[in-house]
């Protein structure tokens, strides 16, 4: 069983920066696929970034060059830093974890992106 626990988020200014940190329970979190994904009201939720266990990533178009994910296992943690925030970015933030069939998701975090 791995449980994840979202933070970082909260309300930010158009142009202005959050980082978001997923912590991930046990000692397996290595080998685990991660990834963030939202949900926005009234949207179904969509993947925002992927990282592999070897450290590769994937982002959707509408974050490249403005979000980056990373990892650091030796703390079981992931990260999304999200940069040039725009008021679209307001969603959900939800952590995943993937190994094969098995996904476990957060509760997940607010961001919300406002003048």
């Known amino acids: 069983q791995v449980q994840l626990v979202e933070s970082g988020g909260g309300l930010v200014q158009p142009g202005g920066s959050l980082r978001l940190s997923c912590a991930a329970s046990?000692?397996?979190?290595?080998?685990?696929?991660m990834g963030w994904y939202r949900q926005a009201p009234g949207k179904q939720r969509e993947l925002v970034a992927t990282i592999s266990s070897g450290g590769s990533t994937n982002y959707a178009d509408s974050v490249k060059g403005r979000f980056t994910i990373s990892r650091e296992n030796t703390k079981n943690t992931v990260f999304l830093q999200m940069n040039s925030l725009k008021p679209e970015d307001t969603a959900v933030y939800y952590c995943?974890?993937?190994?094969?069939?098995?996904?476990?998701w957060g509760q997940g975090t607010q961001v919300t992106v406002s003048s």
């Open positions: 995943k974890a993937l190994k094969f069939t098995t996904i476990y």
């Open positions: 046990g000692n397996i979190f290595s080998s685990y696929a």
